[in-house]
């Protein structure tokens, strides 16, 4: 299917596989390795940020982070995304940020791309009882960042790789998860794989740490994301900041 909704695990008739989880997004935001134009999202895949939302839908999740809902373009593929007309910096205004978005698993989600705004509008999104999982990369400053929060606070975060140092209202909220993932010893700081501890996020060793850890996200909240939203899936696309040009170059 190609409007970026789907129901649990398998496979649609178009081929696209609905239950890949989230533990593959440790793949994603390594080293840049395209040759884009300057401020312009990379070529080769990079994203901001997937924002997850659970109790609304996906164009009000597109509203809560800044886009007119009315305005969506016919659904566009990641590919077709670095078409548009996006300066990430804009010297002395705002750089401009894009969503896709889309439902899989009962959870809204939006695909970051460029100066986007799920960081700074986390709380607002998770107003009125809504649970947000808000995951960035972090490719040129690690480590890779995940924040929960839920009727407008933050309720905890930590860095992939860091997590015996959390933040939020409950930092300790998601300790049993990570603990039963072996990710941290039964302290609920020692890190089971003490050499991918801190890492920058190289290595088979931090990579599998890191997996695991997206992991205990995936089963504590029921996440799914599906590859190909990151390949062939096309989803509709929305301006949540500055004035990108919403039609293929």
């Known amino acids: 299917m190609t409007d970026g909704t789907c129901e649990g695990a398998g496979e649609g008739g178009d081929g696209i596989r609905w239950g890949d989880g989230i533990q593959w997004l440790a793949e994603i935001g390594g080293p840049r390795t395209g040759g884009s134009a300057a401020g312009r999202p990379d070529e080769d895949g990079e994203i901001g940020g997937v924002v997850f939302a659970r109790g609304i839908p996906p164009r009000e999740l597109a509203r809560r982070m800044g886009a007119d809902p009315a ?3 016919e659904p566009i593929s990641d590919t ?7 300066e990430v910096y804009r ?5 401009d940020g894009v969503i896709r978005v889309g439902e899989c698993g009962g ?3 939006a695909i970051e791309y460029g100066d986007s705004t799920g960081g700074e509008l986390l709380t ?3 107003r009125d009882g809504v649970e947000v999982v808000h995951f960035r990369p972090m490719p040129e400053q690690r480590p890779a960042l995940l924040d929960y929060a839920r ?3 933050v309720l905890c975060g930590f860095g ?4 015996r140092w959390r933040w939020g209202q409950e930092p300790d909220l998601l300790v049993p998860d990570l603990i039963a993932a072996s990710v941290l010893e039964r302290d609920g700081v020692t890190p089971c794989d003490p050499a991918a501890a801190g890492s920058a996020g190289a290595g088979a060793g931090a990579g599998a740490a890191h997996r695991r850890a997206l992991g205990a996200v995936e089963r504590r909240f029921g996440l799914s994301l599906p590859r190909a ?3 062939g899936l096309r989803l509709p696309a929305y301006a949540v900041r500055g004035k990108p040009g919403m039609q293929p170059r």
Do not use: M
């Open 80 to 86: 077709e995304v670095r078409d548009l007309d996006i």
């Open 160 to 163: 992939l790789g860091e997590e």
């Open 91 to 95: 010297p002395g205004d705002d750089g």
């Open 151 to 153: 009727d407008g606070a």
């Open 124 to 126: 607002e999104i998770a």
């Open 71 to 73: 305005a969506g373009t």
């Open 229 to 231: 939203a990151l390949d």
């Open 107 to 109: 959870w809204s989600f």
